[in-house]
């Protein structure tokens, strides 16, 4: 069964460090996701790609964070210089196509967990 | 804006006992779509169901069935005798078009936690 595929799935790193997570989805998907989630709560949207178009980056704190998809397939997101409230998990996922109608079912990845010191 | 609100931040069961789940969302649309999320320990949300704004057929998968009543905007989950490997945090997401694009809105989830 295709997966997506994410790494490292640890990080620890002080702040101020400069940090990268990275994705591969599952295979002839269009859409790709970045999602944080803080420990006891539900993942945020911080990136969407449509190919390698950003179509959604409106909650990016795009003074640190940064991402990248140029081939329309793999996908990294850095964090320069990362802060001690980054700390989280970073979850990647993607879906066939971004839904026109709202339907398609995402698939996410083992998560990358990000400890800031 | 669309809201996803799971009331229940943490169940606690016995093992064999039946257990609820409850998922009340907000949208102004009229075709949405809903999922219910697993995500173990391990971290990895796994996806458990999806369902149309127009079907609120229930639907029940071996010990997991589905609740949708528009009536009420709410998407109840539901797991017959429970086990032990049900033990999670359950997420309820709620996706709908924006800007063109699907955008996905998650509850806060419900820890389950199954005692043997």
């Known amino acids: 069964e295709a997966e997506v595929a994410q790494s490292p799935r640890y990080k620890i790193t002080e702040k101020s460090q400069a940090v990268a997570f990275w994705c591969d989805p599952i295979s002839g998907h269009a859409t790709l996701y970045w999602y944080r989630q803080i420990l006891g709560q539900g993942p945020e949207l911080l990136v969407q790609?449509?190919?390698?178009?950003?179509?959604?980056d409106s909650q990016l704190p795009k003074d640190r964070f940064s991402a990248e998809r140029l081939k329309g397939v793999d996908s990294t997101l850095k964090i320069q210089p990362a802060e001690l409230g980054d700390s989280a998990m970073y979850l990647c996922?993607?879906?066939?196509?971004?839904?026109?109608?709202?339907?398609?079912?995402?698939?996410f990845g083992p998560g990358t967990r990000l400890t800031v010191l | 804006a669309q809201k996803v609100t799971q009331a229940q931040t943490e169940i606690s069961v016995v093992e064999k006992e039946d257990v609820t789940l409850d998922c009340v969302y907000e949208?102004?649309?009229?075709?949405?779509?809903l999922f219910w999320y697993k995500q173990p320990p391990s971290g990895e949300l796994v996806f458990l169901i999806r369902?149309?704004?127009?079907?609120?057929q229930n639907e029940i998968s071996g010990r997991y069935s589905w609740n949708f009543q528009k009536s009420t905007s709410s998407f109840n989950f539901t797991i017959t005798a429970s086990q032990v490997v049900d033990s999670a945090v359950y997420f309820c997401?709620?996706?709908?078009?924006?800007?063109?694009?699907?955008?996905?809105?998650f509850g806060t989830g419900t820890k389950l936690q199954v005692i043997p």
């Open positions: 369902r149309n704004s127009f079907d609120e």
């Open positions: 790609f449509q190919d390698e178009s950003v179509v959604d």
């Open positions: 996922a993607s879906s066939l196509e971004g839904g026109l109608a709202g339907s398609d079912t995402q698939y």
């Open positions: 997401a709620l996706s709908e078009v924006s800007g063109g694009y699907q955008k996905v809105t």
């Open positions: 949208t102004r649309d009229t075709t949405y779509y």
